[in-house]
Nanobody, 123 residues
């Protein structure tokens, strides 16, 4: 199985940028599609972005299109989420997740999850 560890979260002012990284170990990340999800207390887990095994296909939720970019470096076993023009409602815990089966926007399609990294955007 694959283990995932997120990093790069923090506190940033609205309009700022952060780059989240998801590092995989145990298995090569090239065997997995990777998704990013976020969760805020009191709300359901929300899909943010997903990237196929090769990186040729990416998906984004509408609210982050044009602001977030998901990329991967299979040689380094990492998947990144570049977030720009951040807004207060982007505040959440961000998780990366891996799926052997499909590049999906549905969290139940993902088997392996990281522990999450907090992103806080102040107004």
């Amino acid at each position: 199985q694959v283990q995932l560890v997120e990093s790069g979260g923090g506190l940033v002012q609205a309009g700022g940028s952060l780059r989240l990284s998801c590092e995989a170990s145990g298995r090569t990340v090239s065997n997995y599609a990777v998704g990013w999800f976020r969760h805020t207390p009191g709300k359901e887990r929300e899909f943010v972005s997903a990237i196929s095994r090769s990186g040729s296909i990416t998906y984004y939720t509408d609210s982050v299109k044009g602001r977030f970019t998901c990329s991967r470096d299979n040689a380094k076993n990492t998947v990144d989420l570049q977030m720009t023009n951040l807004r207060p409602n982007d505040t959440a815990i961000y998780y990366c997740a891996a799926s052997r089966d499909r590049t999906s926007t549905y969290y139940k399609d993902y088997t392996y999850w990281g522990q999450g990294t907090q992103v806080t955007v102040s107004s």
